[in-house]
């Protein structure tokens, strides 16, 4: 207890180290939540900018200017045009000055004009297309009804027609949906990024644990030296250190989820004890790399923070840290690299809990993180037990 | 010659993060131009999309299959697990179930529905107009058309109708898209690099016994400040220069045009920029642990809100205005300008030397508070 005490105290007042454990994530969290608010809003389809050639040609065509008027409505709840009606040359300069996506013109045939390929782009031309599709299925209809009907005398020919022409452009036009969309509400792939931060905390908390065992090294410290030689059980040293670390560690991840949810309103699920859960977990995980790191490499305070600070990185990154693309690319390629990452574990342990309804990929995550922390503490005893030094 | 060299000794010692910080940019920037298209032809975006086919014997089904096989990539996977995960990270846009009885409900006249996971991006709405599109089609031929076969030739025939597309620029909006995507993310190493590297260098020359060694030695200190100042700037040159090489090598010929020129310029710049900011900073700290920690803050700060990570145009309006405040904006700002500018001539190169500018004032803001600072900190006890 008077060691577990000691170390806590120790801890808290190092100021480096609580600020990368502690502050870090919280400004990186911060930061991506400034960036990336707007991302998914901005990748969806919003209201488009663009003109049309406002000649002779244009306003005879009954069709096109219906569709553009009913698609610029601004009583709509969102339209999706912005519309411009200008002379071409007009139309030339405001594509240049990327103020519109594209312009309409109109001659013998419609044209479309953009400044580059894209999906906007696309989109603006699909449109257009529809317009004159509308055309072309009134024609063909009008055409397959007059060789059905043959030398039957019709009465009113041209009832018919505009019947068959009112039947399409109300259908063209009708807002009735085709489609039944099953779409699952948690569909924000940028949390993704606020879960490797999660885990980039649960990891970083390691070095608390490294820095608590390293104090308890004869080869590493003075205080070690003078540890190593008291009565105290080594084992019992080490244990409550490694528990102060941990109590540390898990007051960081604390503050930071306490940030993320109260402050950035981050959507982690429902499931709040199972959230908790894999924090402790993660947190453990992170820890015991810590050690195994600690008692693994023989080397100076810097080396081993360095190899721990790249470890972790790299794991982060292989997670999605710095993209989120890049943790399916691992997950579908190189699937055991993240089987054995713990940063892509705990990852994915929440995106299991946010994204799927069932519990097995989370319980799947959950088991080889424990396994992995056990080899971790395995590895760590092995190098640890009956270490001796008969001078130093 | 001897601060030079002892500058040198201690710069070596930071090769590694530099490296770091380059492999970083390599990665990013190949990673994120990895799109090849060059063409000033108009191509439609192919949404990739998965299809579950309930009704796999109906021939409607298999006719509205091969239409979004015309105009998407169909992808299959191993599991429903793998469909999801896709789904969620946008490998693909919509994951499209046709119902048991589509094709007999189809023939009825009866309402017919297409079940549709989306991502809800650009993509997602894409496909679904197309998908929408389909479905309006036919369900009005299908009360005309009695023959099927007509009836998808119809289909085809009206689907088939295309407006005429031309793409007015003439610009190779690939290449300067590159340049302006490696660029902005330069924004982040040379802020690290400069400010890390010449942080922990001044660190170690002002560390108390070095200093008074120095000011008691024979060397003069005006001589010895020159000697300083000069070999940052050398370091900051060759640092500028790599990137400009590395420029060079993934972008490619376009670095050779007037607007890469510009793009070098503008990088110049802001690396003398970074040069008087790290100047800045050395003089604020003392503590070379802290370095560490106020590097990171500063160059992720100013990337993630000026967006050099992001793109501008997908930041929120506020975090930009905040951004004003920080010459990456500035020096973020120029590389988008510059890749829509088509013409280059007085007009239109005046905003971009005004930002220039707005760089160099904030240069010499950091100069001369770092002056005051100096001037502050020169008494030693």
Not at chain 2, 105 to 123: A, E, L, N, R
């Amino acid at each position: 207890m008077h060691n577990y005490r000691y170390t806590l105290k120790t801890l808290f007042k190092n100021r480096m180290m609580i600020f990368w454990t502690f502050a870090f994530p919280i400004i990186l969290g911060t930061l991506f939540h400034l960036a990336f608010s707007n991302l998914e809003e901005s990748e969806q389809l919003n209201t488009m900018p663009i003109a049309i050639v406002d000649n002779m040609e244009f306003q005879s065509n009954e069709a096109l200017v219906s569709a553009f008027t009913a698609m610029s409505d601004e009583t709509s709840e969102d339209p999706l045009f912005t519309i411009q009606y200008v002379d071409e040359e007009k139309a030339k300069a405001l594509l240049k000055d990327e103020e519109i996506i594209g312009y309409v013109f109109v001659d013998a045939s419609t044209h479309v004009m953009i400044k580059n390929n894209g999906v906007e782009q696309t989109v603006f031309k699909l449109i257009c297309e529809e317009i004159i599709q509308s055309n072309e299925m009134i024609n063909t209809m009008i055409e397959e009804k007059m060789a059905q009907v043959g030398n039957m005398h019709i009465t009113d020919p041209t009832a018919m027609i505009e019947q068959i022409k009112q039947d399409v452009m109300e259908r063209m036009q009708e807002e009735t949906s085709y489609l039944n969309d099953t779409s699952s509400e948690h569909m924000s792939y940028v949390v993704i990024e606020f879960y490797t931060l999660i885990a980039m905390a649960c990891l970083y908390g390691g070095m608390l644990g490294m820095f608590a065992v390293n104090c308890k090294l004869a080869n590493m410290s003075h205080h070690g030296k003078r540890v190593a030689v008291s009565p105290t059980a080594k084992g019992k040293l080490i244990f409550t250190s490694v528990l102060a670390g941990y109590t540390a560690q898990l007051v960081g991840i604390a503050l930071l989820f306490a940030f993320l949810v109260g402050v950035l309103h981050i959507d982690f699920g429902d499931n709040l004890p199972l959230i908790t859960l894999l924090a402790l977990v993660g947190s453990f995980a992170g820890l015991t790399i810590g050690i195994a790191i600690a008692t693994l490499v023989k080397s100076n305070e810097n080396m081993k923070a360095g190899i721990f600070i790249a470890l972790t990185m790299l794991g982060c990154f292989l997670s999605g840290m710095m993209g989120v693309t890049m943790k399916y690319v691992v997950d579908t390629n190189l699937p055991f690299v993240n089987r054995i990452n713990p940063a892509g574990l705990i990852t994915d342990g929440f995106y299991a809990l946010y994204y799927y309804e069932t519990l097995d990929r989370y319980t799947m995550d959950m088991i080889a993180l424990l396994l992995f922390s056990f080899v971790m503490i395995f590895i760590s005893m092995f190098q640890l037990r009956r270490q001796r030094y008969d001078s130093i | 010659m001897t601060v030079f060299k002892t500058y040198c000794k201690v710069l070596t010692k930071c090769k590694w993060p530099i490296l770091l910080y380059t492999v970083i940019l390599i990665f990013f920037s190949a990673f994120n131009t990895q799109n090849n298209d060059t063409s000033t032809m108009f191509s439609a975006t192919r949404p990739k999309i998965h299809i579950i086919n309930l009704d796999e014997n109906s021939d409607v089904s298999k006719h509205f299959i091969t239409y979004l096989n015309d105009h998407s990539d169909i992808i299959d996977f191993d599991s429903e697990e793998a469909v999801s995960d896709a789904l969620f990270y946008h490998k693909i846009s919509c994951v499209i179930t046709i119902p048991k009885n589509f094709g007999e409900d189809f023939y009825q006249g009866k309402d017919v529905h297409i079940d549709i996971k989306s991502t809800k991006d650009y993509q997602g709405s894409l496909i679904e107009m197309m998908l929408e599109r389909y479905v309006k089609v036919a369900t009005a031929y299908v009360s005309i058309f009695d023959d099927h076969h007509d009836l998808f030739q119809a289909i085809d025939q009206t689907l088939a109708t295309e407006v005429e597309t031309s793409i007015a620029s003439s610009l190779d909006s690939d290449s300067l898209n590159k340049a302006a995507l490696y660029f902005n993310f330069s924004n982040y190493c040379l802020v690290a690099g400069c400010v890390f590297v010449i942080c922990m260098i001044l660190t170690s020359f002002k560390s108390d016994h070095i200093r008074k060694r120095t000011i008691i030695s024979s060397l003069n200190y005006k001589k010895y400040n020159r000697q300083l100042l000069l070999s940052n700037g050398v370091f900051t040159f060759v640092l500028w220069l790599f990137y400009i090489v590395l420029s060079i090598l993934l972008v490619g010929n376009a670095m050779f045009t007037l607007h890469g020129l510009l793009y070098m310029l503008n990088s110049f710049v802001f690396a003398f920029c970074s040069l008087c900011l790290a100047f800045l900073i050395a003089n604020l700290v003392k503590n070379k642990e802290a370095i560490n920690g106020i590097v990171n803050v500063l160059a992720l700060g100013s990337s993630f809100l000026c967006g050099a990570f992001v793109p501008m145009e997908m930041l929120p309006e506020g975090v930009l205005k905040a951004a004003h405040v920080l010459p990456s904006y500035w020096f973020i700002k120029n590389n988008e300008t510059l890749k829509t500018l088509e013409t280059l001539n007085t007009d239109t190169l005046q905003p971009i030397f005004i930002n220039m500018l707005v760089i160099f004032a904030f240069s010499c803001l950091f100069i001369i508070i770092s002056n005051i600072i100096a001037k502050k900190k020169r008494k030693i006890n």
